[in-house]
Nanobody, 114 residues
C-alpha cells in the first residue's frame, strides 16, 4: 500500500518561510521522480518543482530562486523549502511520486497572509 504523507503547511506572513515534507512508504523511493504541485481555489493544479532519481531538479518560473526541492533517499522523504513567500503562493500543496505509476498525497494547506 503506497502512502505519501505531507506535513509542514500552515499560515505564514508574506516574506516568511515554510518547509514542507513528504514521507513515502510502499514504493522503492530512490527510483521515483518526486514532485510538489499546488492547487489554489478556482485554479487547476500546477507544477511547483520536481526532483529526479539522479537529483536533477525542475522548477516553475514563479518559484525559481525562492523554493528549493530536495530528497533524502534513506528516509524516503522529499522536502520543499519555501522562502520569500507571497500571497499568491497560497494553495493546497500536493506531493507526487512518479515512475510510473503515479501516486499522490492528500495535500497540505499553505496560506500566506498578513
Amino acid at each position: 500500500q503506497v502512502q505519501l504523507a505531507e506535513s509542514g503547511g500552515g499560515l505564514v506572513q508574506p516574506g516568511g518561510s515554510l518547509r514542507l515534507s513528504c514521507a513515502a512508504s510502499g514504493i522503492i523511493f530512490r527510483i521515483y521522480t518526486m514532485g510538489w504541485y499546488r492547487q489554489a481555489p478556482g485554479k487547476q493544479r500546477e507544477l511547483v518543482a520536481t526532483i529526479g532519481s539522479s537529483g536533477s531538479t525542475n522548477y516553475a518560473n514563479s518559484v525559481k530562486g525562492r523554493f528549493t526541492i530536495s530528497r533524502d533517499n534513506p528516509k524516503n522523504t522529499v522536502f520543499l523549502q519555501m522562502n520569500s513567500l507571497k500571497p499568491e503562493d497560497t494553495a493546497v500543496y500536493y506531493c507526487q511520486a512518479d515512475y510510473p505509476p503515479t501516486y499522490w498525497g492528500q495535500g497540505t494547506q499553505v496560506t500566506v497572509s498578513s
